[in-house]
């Protein structure tokens, strides 16, 4: 029902920034809260930030606080994460992730392919 596709991922020095985009094909039903997770070698999937449907409220994990902002625009059923001030531990596939309720209210939540982020001189 939801199809994921993000972009902007790519290789970037230690200082610098990236902004990542996901856009969501929606055939019924709708979206409600989405965000993004990451996953470096090794380690579990994060979470990086969420946004709700209204695009408001955004929740940030500790280390994204001042650095990623997340936002979203709904007239393309689009998130953003703007990142900024990137370090080599910010490495990792970066996942889109979106809620989704059908037209009878179930609860679906589906994930992107990922687009790898590498912080590297």
């Known amino acids: 029902q939801v199809q994921l596709v993000e972009s902007g991922g790519g290789l970037v020095q230690p200082g610098g920034s990236l902004r990542l985009s996901c856009a969501a094909s929606?055939?019924?039903?709708?979206?409600?809260?989405m965000g993004w997770y990451r996953q470096a070698p090794g380690k579990q999937r994060e979470l990086v930030a969420t946004i709700n449907g209204g695009g408001g409220n955004p929740n940030y994990a500790e280390f994204a606080k001042g650095r990623f902002t997340i936002s979203r625009d709904n007239n393309k059923n689009t998130v953003y994460l703007q990142m900024n001030s990137l370090k080599p531990e910010d490495t990792a596939v970066y996942y889109c992730?979106?809620?989704?309720?059908?037209?009878?209210?179930?609860?679906?939540?589906?994930w992107g392919q990922g687009t790898q982020v590498t912080v590297s001189s």
């Open positions: 992730t979106a809620v989704w309720f059908s037209p009878s209210w179930s609860r679906f939540d589906y």
């Open positions: 929606v055939s019924r039903g709708s979206i409600d809260v």
